[in-house]
């Protein structure tokens, strides 16, 4: 089990990105959650095991439909919170 501490760049406010993300971390088997933030970026933590991780990883850099991700950057970590779902935080 691993943790992704992400941060997605580009056009993701106010687009259903964090919804869309949902739905990619339940397809994939990751729990934790998924914020906006102030600078105009999306915040997401993930918990799961490594295979689940890097497929919602690449979910989430190809994006929904109405989105437009330009970077996400990702950094790795074992250090996990026990997450046992996924959730949009506000």
Do not use: C
Not at 9 to 27: L, P
Not at 49 to 78: D, M, W, Y
């Amino acid at each position: 089990m691993l943790q992704y501490h992400m941060i997605a760049d580009g056009r993701v406010q106010g687009v259903g990105f964090r919804y869309f993300v949902q739905m990619e971390a339940d397809r994939h088997k990751v729990a934790g959650w998924v914020k906006n933030r102030d600078d105009g970026r999306v915040e997401i933590l993930a918990e799961g095991p490594e295979e689940s991780l890097k497929q919602f990883a690449e979910a989430v850099r190809k994006g929904s439909p109405f989105s437009n991700v330009t970077g996400v950057t990702i950094e790795e970590s074992h250090r996990l919170k026990g997450y046992r779902t996924f959730s949009i935080s506000y």
